[in-house]
């Protein structure tokens, strides 16, 4: 499907701001201004951190997190996260504080609330030390346009491992490039004082290079090699994560987890995102679709320097604001913005009762999550006229070990129509399903549907048993070779039960 955007836009002077909670994204253009300080957490308070610009994450705890970790993220706990002091402490303790497990400590990120692309990181931060622990300094893609891990990309700007003292890692993963296949890109950098003194460590990110460094020294530099995602998915906002792992399957691998000692503490003195400004006057332009507006204030033509910009998603009647898309991510409502570049902002809408985003695909696969189980299953995928196309080159034994899927919630007694459109290269099934996005992935409905090579609509009536706020809508196609379309995917409330 396609919908015609009426344009709004406005011309606006580049400027920059140190506002903890203000996004910011700037990829440089010709002749940019040296660098400046666009976003800061400086951890100037008492207390946990702040939700404004934090946010614990801890949904890996039941599968640990792709690595075998051994400890339990707790969420809102002064005893593995507090700011006091002008730092940020992250306690790793040994601790039976939730059944199975016998670790706890923290970890957090910016997610839905600052994410950049391109930029100067700056992360100064002390180590804990000692056999087992792995505390990391990272940044993961916003909406994951190009698939599920490692496809949409991992930036580790600082990892350390307990069994290798003095060392730290740097790395990055892609689908090409990743440790579970053995082909990662990174360096294993001699750093003295990690555990006694502070140290700075940076990531510079370019359009066509991430440069890494500790204390201004530059040990790693990956470049693009082409526009492939597989090799460079960096073209896409990504969020900060801090951590502090115990154990994990590499650990066992290399003397476990020595338990004498615990507490440790990974602490962070400030966090610090620089970009380059650059000259002349730039152009917000702000896309507005049948379900809203967006407001810009002030609207005029010439802004003057320095001077911020503050944006609202206003939906129609019948429509709810669901979040923005492109270089900006959450629902934050209103944002604020400052012009160091020519800017897009989109606002998605939604009808009231619908629950799928971008089910035409005419925002490509954003909001969408490619998965494969890798190396079981090689596949490609992509849009091809406006519709989800994935082509199967080797399938697995199952259905699930390739898939399309979209976040939603579940009410017990909702009763949902599902309709989609699909289509493939030759007679096959394909797998429908309403599942959990979490361990253990029970699944609340599912049927099989016979495709051909024409276009098909399907639709379906489903009354939904139990609640579920973290729930996906899954569709199944890795048991078969060949291509597959999937295209105006709607999921809406009709009623309850």
């Not at 601790?95 to 700056?122: C, M, N, P, V």
């Not at 338990?259 to 896309?287: E, K, N």
Request: glycine share 10%; proline share 6%.
């Amino acid at each position: 499907m396609r919908r015609t955007a009426m344009l709004a836009t406005a011309i606006v002077m580049a400027a920059c701001t140190s506002d903890p909670v203000a996004d910011q994204s700037l990829p440089p253009k010709d002749e940019p201004t040296a660098w400046q300080l666009v976003w800061a957490e400086e951890f100037d308070y008492t207390g946990l951190p702040d939700p404004r610009i934090w946010e614990f994450e801890t949904d890996g705890n039941a599968w640990g997190w792709g690595n075998g970790e051994d400890q339990y993220y707790t969420a809102g706990r002064l005893q593995n996260a507090r700011v006091g002091g002008g730092v940020l402490t992250i306690t790793a303790r040994k601790e039976a504080y939730a059944d199975g497990f016998d670790y706890t400590s923290a970890r957090i990120r910016t997610r839905h609330r600052a994410d950049w692309l391109y930029g100067k990181f700056q992360i100064r931060a002390k180590l804990p030390a000692g056999q087992g622990i792995w505390p990391a300094i990272w940044m993961m893609p916003s909406d994951g346009v190009y698939g599920g891990w490692p496809d949409s990309g991992e930036i580790d700007i600082m990892e350390f491992f307990g069994f290798d003292p003095g060392y730290i890692h740097h790395n990055i993963h892609t689908e090409k490039y990743n440790h579970k296949i053995g082909t990662n890109k990174g360096t294993r950098a001699r750093t003295d004082g990690l555990h006694t003194n502070f140290q700075i460590y940076e990531l510079q990110w370019y359009p066509d290079r991430l440069e890494y460094y500790v204390d201004g020294k530059k040990n790693f530099t990956y470049r693009k090699e082409s526009d492939d995602p597989a090799v460079w998915p960096y073209d896409r906002p990504f969020y900060m994560i801090l951590n502090c792992a115990v154990g994990g399957d590499w650990m066992r691998q290399n003397g476990g987890i020595d338990d004498a000692i615990f507490p440790q503490q990974m602490i962070v003195d400030y966090v610090r995102v620089y970009q380059r400004v650059h000259p002349g006057r730039h152009r917000l332009t702000a896309p507005t679709e049948a379900g809203g507006k967006i407001i810009i204030r002030p609207l005029k033509t010439d802004y003057d320097p320095n001077e911020k910009i503050e944006i609202t998603a206003v939906p129609a009647p019948g429509y709810r604001f669901y979040g923005w898309s492109g270089e900006l991510t959450g629902a934050r409502n209103p944002r604020t913005l400052f012009m160091v570049r020519d800017r897009r902002v989109d606002a998605v809408f939604l009808a009231d009762n619908q629950l799928i985003v971008n089910g035409d695909f005419t925002r490509g696969k954003t909001h969408w999550v490619y998965w494969t189980q890798k190396p079981e299953v090689r596949s490609r995928h992509g849009i091809e006229n406006g519709s989800f196309q994935a082509t199967i080159d080797r399938p697995g034994d199952h259905d699930w070990q390739a898939q399309l899927h979209q976040a939603v919630a579940l009410t017990a007694g909702e009763e949902l129509q599902l309709t989609f459109a699909a289509r493939a290269g030759r007679g096959r099934t394909l797998r429908v399903t309403l599942v959990q996005n979490h361990d253990p992935y029970h699944s609340f409905w599912g049927t099989d549907v016979d495709l051909e090579k024409e276009w098909r609509t399907y639709s379906f009536t489903i009354t939904i048993p139990e609640s579920d706020p973290q729930s996906r809508l899954e569709f199944d196609f890795g048991d078969a070779a060949g291509k597959i379309y999937i295209d105006d995917v709607s999921l809406k409330r009709i009623g309850l039960k």
